[in-house]
């Protein structure tokens, strides 16, 4: 069965690296999200991207988030100065939905990001 | 702004019982209502997704429902077992393309 993948599943970083996350979507799938989830915490929004821009983004997806589709199949998100209050699991999700707002949506497994 | 909130928070039961766990939310204005299984350290499992126009959705053992006029879901699981122990989570698309999620309801079915 189809899934989404998510690299690394664990990193650990110093405060002010740069990060990057990687997702594999499902192959027919034209909506990409990331979401976040702090230890503990709700599941939060981030941002969507559909036909090579971001379509929504969250008041939490400020200038230090940036996301990309570098190839056909590939979709990263970038922290570019971590801090330690990004630590959490962050989840890609597709839908082959072309709206976003009616699609079922499919999670990877998350990255667990640790910042020290 | 749309808030979900979900009832109870955890949840014990012995298996082969017939539970109800239930999600609000506030802005009945919204597109589907989709519910996610979590495992602890795990990635989120679509369990159900219920469109706006639809009041119910089935699943093998597992039957949501949706009133949205109301801003209610419930998610019933019939005949619970121990592997059905985890962490429950619904979620809404009310605008834009953002699920907003609750926080979940932790089931745990003791053998």
């Known amino acids: 069965e189809p899934e989404v993948t998510q690299t690394p599943s664990h990193q650990v970083t110093q405060m002010g690296q740069e990060v990057i996350l990687r997702c594999v979507p499902i192959s027919n799938h034209l909506y990409f999200y990331w979401y976040r989830q702090i230890l503990g915490q709700k599941v939060e929004f981030l941002v969507s991207?559909?036909?090579?821009?971001?379509?929504?983004k969250s008041e939490i997806f400020d200038d230090q988030f940036s996301v990309e589709r570098p190839d056909g199949s590939n979709f990263t998100l970038k922290i570019r100065s971590t801090k330690l209050e990004d630590s959490a699991m962050y989840f890609c999700?597709?839908?082959?939905?072309?709206?976003?707002?009616?699609?079922?949506?499919?999670f990877g497994e998350g990255s667990r990001l640790t910042v020290l | 702004k749309q808030e979900v909130t979900q009832i109870p928070a955890a949840l014990s039961v012995p298996e082969g019982e017939n539970l109800v766990l239930n999600c609000s939310f506030t802005d009945s204005a919204i597109y589907n209502l989709q519910w996610f299984r979590q495992d602890p350290g795990k990635g989120l499992t679509s369990l159900l997704l219920i469109q706006s126009s639809q009041r119910e959705q089935t699943s093998g053992r597992l039957n949501a429902s949706l009133d949205k006029s109301s801003g209610r879901s419930t998610l019933y699981i019939a005949a619970s077992q121990p592997g059905d122990s985890a962490t429950y989570l619904c979620a809404v698309v009310t605008s834009g393309s953002r699920l907003t999620f609750g926080e979940g309801t932790q089931l745990t079915v003791n053998p």
């Open positions: 991207f559909y036909n090579n821009e971001i379509s929504e």
């Open positions: 999700a597709s839908t082959p939905s072309t709206s976003g707002k009616t699609g079922e949506l499919f």
